[in-house]
């Protein structure tokens, strides 16, 4: 396996648990499902922060900022990278 493709199954998942956390953010988690949503924060809004600073909130509070993240995360981030990897020979 090269590290090209690790490193797109890795912004692949990442991508799933920007997901995970958007659909979680529009219930009122508790418990288990509280501390999750906390530790999804933590991994993902570092990431999506830079979108929400970006992308201006629409209309009656619709924020549009993770799905641009993860738009560019899939589209532009994630291709350059394999492409450079993958022409350095890794």
């Known amino acids: 396996m090269s590290l090209a493709s690790i490193v797109s199954q890795v912004i692949s998942f990442y991508g799933i648990l920007i997901f995970v956390y958007v659909i979680m953010s529009w219930f009122r988690p508790s418990g288990v ?3 999750l ?3 999804l924060g933590t991994l993902c809004e570092p990431y999506v922060g830079i979108f929400r600073r970006i992308v201006p909130v ?3 509070g619709i ?3 993770p ?3 993860l738009l560019v995360l899939q ?3 994630q291709p350059l990278l394999v492409t450079i990897l993958r022409t350095l020979g890794l």
Do not use: E, P, Q, T
């Open 33 to 35: 499902f509280l501390d």
């Open 37 to 39: 949503y906390r530790v």
């Open 58 to 60: 629409v209309g009656g």
């Open 63 to 65: 924020d549009f900022s």
């Open 67 to 69: 799905m641009v993240a």
């Open 75 to 77: 589209l532009l981030v």
